[in-house]
């Protein structure tokens, strides 16, 4: 499957220095006891994870976007010592994330899923793997980060590359970077976004969200095209930003866009072709795959 791809690599690197103004510390949050908890949640806690040990828990207005929703964050783990992270807000369940310890322990489909996308190398280490359910979005989708050692995408091959892959519960790879996304548990989608996203993208499915880099991304399935729908969440009023999606090989391009490529780099051969769109315009992105940098051009439609 042709992953999602960020055009200017550089910009990767600044993933390590960004912070999410909303993921505030947990000395920052106020703490409740697990007695304290309004009698709601715990109860819905308890009939879906019953046999969880609770240790921390921790309350306040809204810590995404500035909705002034009161959110609470349960943090447990299981008998066998997995986290889990439950977050209510008004006190209605809205996300868990389910931390798992291995890769066996995800479901044949996305173990396979992910044994495809790996290259041919030597070694692979996970920094984690989340099993991810939304209130707003149907299924649970899986957040792989991994180690890799010995890949035709590092320049040293003893120096490992980090990479993520986001999977659905039926093993359909519905992003891929070349970095670590934002946590899980400090961001979410909101019913906003997938309302806009409905009516822009009629019967579209929603089949998982990440944060990236700051941006709020949909990954949807729209009339059997995996695309990525993102959106601004750097400031209060949030904004689409774009909506990028890989072409199939044989996609014919409009000759006028060609011949402006042509005419630009006239050296160029590309292997991959991606469409983006925004709101001041639309623009095809050429990539030639075959290059470690992935070097690639965007051409507008007009």
């Known amino acids: 499957m042709t992953k999602i791809s960020s055009l200017f690599v550089c910009g990767l ?8 103004v909303s993921c505030n510390s947990e000395n920052e949050i106020p703490t409740v006891t697990e007695n304290e ?5 715990a109860q819905d806690f308890n009939s879906r994870y019953g046999d969880n040990t609770i240790e921390h828990v921790y309350t306040g207005s809204d810590f995404y976007r500035h909705t002034g929703q009161q959110e609470t964050m349960v943090y447990s783990k299981d008998k066998a010592g997995n986290e889990l992270f439950v977050a209510y807000v008004d006190n209605v369940w809205n996300r868990t994330v389910q931390t798992l310890s291995a890769i066996n322990d995800l479901p044949d489909a996305v173990r396979w899923s992910f044994f495809k996308e790996v290259p041919n190398a030597t070694k692979y280490e996970f ?4 099993e991810v359910s939304q209130a707003c979005i149907s299924g649970t989708y899986y957040e792989l980060c991994y180690l890799l050692y010995d890949s035709v995408f590092a320049n040293d091959s003893s120096i490992p590359s980090l990479h993520t892959l986001v999977i659905d519960s039926e093993g359909t790879v519905i992003k891929s970077c070349g970095y670590e996304l934002n946590n ?5 989608p909101l019913s906003s976004d997938i309302d806009w996203i409905s009516e822009r993208y009629s019967a579209a499915v929603v089949l998982g969200y990440v944060n990236d880099m700051g ?3 949909y990954l949807i ?3 059997g095209v995996l695309k990525s729908v993102s959106f601004d969440s750097n400031s209060i009023d949030t904004r689409w930003k774009e909506t990028r999606y890989a072409l199939p090989k044989d996609i014919v391009v409009p000759s006028r866009v060609l011949d402006t490529l042509h005419r630009l780099h006239s050296d160029f051969t590309y292997t991959e072709v991606s469409f983006t769109e925004t709101p001041t315009g ?8 075959t290059r470690k940098d992935r070097l690639g051009y965007n051409i507008g439609v007009d």
């Open 13 to 20: 690197l600044v993933i390590t220095a960004f912070t999410l």
């Open 37 to 41: 908890l309004p009698e709601v949640i």
């Open 127 to 130: 920094r984690k793997i989340n």
């Open 184 to 188: 899980a548990a400090y961001v979410r």
């Open 215 to 217: 941006y709020d991304e």
């Open 221 to 223: 399935m729209h009339n």
């Open 282 to 289: 639309n623009y095809y992105t050429f990539i030639d795959g």
